[in-house]
């Protein structure tokens, strides 16, 4: 009997965008019913790969054969029937349409002439909610309406509406809670007993351990290993293979216990509070402190961050910002006052995708930059560069526009936007998602930097040890209660862990 040959066979694919080479050569090889791993650094070209393999994007040069024979993928369309679907990491739901019409959105007419019935869309769209484990999404809400969590779950039902025998995930689970990516990896070992193969990018390499069978690593648009054992491979070969050098995932040191106790409190939040999203959360931030919220998505950490920023109202309670109180709701008056904050969601929050990374950039700091009523562009785009270099920020071009950026370089423009502000009280809402191995420990570096000259730093992340190994004082949140406060060097993850779930206060 013949060997059955492989599902997927990339080979010497190439596609180059004006300016950048994003894929030099690139061979990819899946077989059916394996998980295989993407790994590269941020820009390493790991999306626009995967957007070839969906037929969103046409390769300059390069073959691909499925099932053995050649093929064209030369629309999405072509590539949804061959069984391939891709969740990309912008997820790409109309947030206007509901639950079930994004589901089967781009299916064929029914005889009835009708896209798909309401009824049959709605029935289908439930079954296949629950069999990814999430019942409770309601086929008939818009999908504006639902977490990133959840939309992600809707745009996963729109992948298995098809037939599929290869399904991509661009960073799933960079949105999704400790216990969301449990079911996550619920879901592919289903699929992958069913024989169909998952290609899987993601940045945390527990996770690629946990699921993944083999690897393939990009570097600069040209894979630099592939195919190598996803389980016994070591950490350290393989972020030397993306980095080409040897990086050490260590967090910065803490300045000495008690050098901050003497300084004002530079934010202090009274009671804050918004009905039916947290209950009154009592806060003081010194300036050289990095405080960090722990908890699930949906705990209220988000909620919390942009209350004190003023982009939400708070219900009673009150900001204070070096003594004076914030006008509530208000998020000019905390500008004003030296507040920053770096959102979730980037894309739809934060960034002006057609404009360039220098405009991205020091957009909130304009006024800076005016000189008797005109804009110093020189002055502009150099102070913007210092600030996206201390980012390594990828490509190095202030010209760029922010919408051709990688992910995770589109999160490093907003964080530089914040650097060049220069304010009094960052709001970081998870700094580090989407952003590779290589480059987390020089963003850490960079936040505790500026907490050492005297920012102080309010943190949410899902991440536990990030929170844990940055912060030096942590507040454990769980259905919109502080829970548990205390030093980071006397929490660990297993604690942590235990206070999201089950919330029994100890203080
Ligand atoms: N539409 C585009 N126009 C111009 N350049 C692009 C476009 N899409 C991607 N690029 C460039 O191609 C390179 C590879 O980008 P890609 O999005 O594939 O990286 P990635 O490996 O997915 O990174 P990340 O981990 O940050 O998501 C980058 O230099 C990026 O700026
Ligand atoms: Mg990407």
Same mark, same amino acid.
């Given at each position: 009997m013949a060997p059955e040959p492989p599902l997927l066979t990339m080979s010497g694919i190439t596609k180059s965008f004006p300016g950048v080479r994003a894929l030099d050569g690139v061979d990819l090889e899946v077989q059916a019913g394996e998980v295989h791993c993407l790994l590269g650094q941020n820009g390493a070209g790991k999306s626009t790969l995967i957007k070839v393999l969906a037929g969103a994007h046409q390769p300059d040069d390069g073959a691909i054969t499925w099932r053995g024979e050649p093929v064209q993928l030369s629309s999405p369309i072509t590539a949804m029937r061959l069984g391939i679907a891709?969740?990309?990491? $912008?997820?790409?739901?109309? $947030?206007g349409l509901s639950v079930a019409e994004n589901v089967f959105l781009g299916h064929e007419p029914t005889s009835a002439g009708f896209v798909v019935r309401t009824r049959e869309a709605r029935q289908g769209a439930a079954a296949l909610l629950e069999r990814l484990g999430h019942p409770e999404i309601d086929p008939a809400r818009a999908v504006g309406d639902l977490s990133a969590a959840h939309q992600?779950?809707?745009?996963?039902a729109r992948a298995l509406s098809h037939d599929v025998r290869l399904i991509v995930m661009d960073e799933p689970s960079a949105a999704l809670d400790p216990d969301e990516v449990d079911n996550l990896f619920r879901i592919v070992d289903g699929l992958t007993a069913d024989g169909v193969a998952v290609v899987y990018i993601s940045h945390r390499l527990e996770e690629i351990r946990r699921i993944g069978d083999r690897v393939t690593v990009?570097?600069?648009?040209?894979? /630099?290993?592939?195919?190598l054992p996803a389980k016994s491979t070591p950490t350290r070969d393989v972020v030397a293979l993306m980095t080409g050098r040897n !990086? %050490?995932?260590?967090?910065?040191?803490?300045?000495?216990?008690?050098?901050?106790?003497?300084a004002e409190p530079v934010l202090v939040v009274e009671g804050l509070c918004r009905e039916g999203e947290f209950e009154p959360v009592d806060? $003081?931030?010194?300036?050289?402190?990095?405080?960090?919220?722990?908890?699930? *998505?949906?705990?209220?950490?988000?909620?919390?961050?942009?209350? /004190?920023?003023?982009?939400?109202?708070?219900?009673?309670?009150r900001v204070l910002v070096a003594g004076a109180p914030l006008r509530p709701g208000s998020v000019r008056a905390a500008v004003a006052a030296g507040v920053g904050l770096a959102p979730e969601e980037r894309k739809a929050q934060a960034l002006l995708l057609t404009e360039s990374v220098t405009r991205n950039v020091s957009v909130s700091s304009l006024s800076r930059f005016a000189r008797a009523g005109w804009l110093d562009r020189g002055a502009e785009r150099k102070a913007a560069r210092a600030a996206t270099r201390e980012l390594s920020l990828r490509p190095d071009n202030p010209d760029a526009a922010v919408r051709t950026l990688s992910g995770g370089n589109q999160q490093k423009a907003v964080l530089a936007r914040w650097l060049l502000r220069?304010?009094? !009280?960052?709001?970081?809402?998870?700094?580090?998602?989407?952003?590779?191995?290589?480059?987390r420990a020089e963003l850490y570096a960079v936040i505790r930097r500026l907490a050492d000259e005297g920012l102080a730093v309010l943190l949410v992340s899902? $991440? /536990?040890?990030? *929170?844990?190994?940055?912060?030096?004082? /942590?507040?454990?949140?769980? %259905?919109?209660? !502080?829970?548990?406060?205390?030093?980071a060097r006397e929490l660990d993850e297993h604690r942590v862990l235990d206070l999201v779930m089950e919330g029994s206060p100890t203080s």
């Open positions: 891709t969740i990309y990491q $912008e997820l790409d739901l109309v $947030e992600q779950i809707v745009s996963m990009l570097k600069d648009g040209r894979a /630099v290993a592939v195919g !990086v %050490e995932y260590v967090f910065p040191d803490r300045p000495a216990p008690g050098s901050q106790d003497t806060l $003081e931030l010194r300036p050289g402190e990095i405080v960090g919220l722990a908890g699930l *998505v949906g705990s209220g950490r988000s909620e919390i961050l942009e209350t /004190v920023f003023g982009a939400r109202k708070p219900t009673a309670g220069g304010c009094r !009280v960052l709001l970081l809402d998870e700094p580090t998602r989407g952003v590779d191995v290589g480059a899902s $991440e /536990v040890p990030e *929170v844990l190994g940055l912060a030096d004082r /942590v507040l454990v949140l769980r %259905e919109g209660r !502080v829970v548990h406060t205390a030093d």
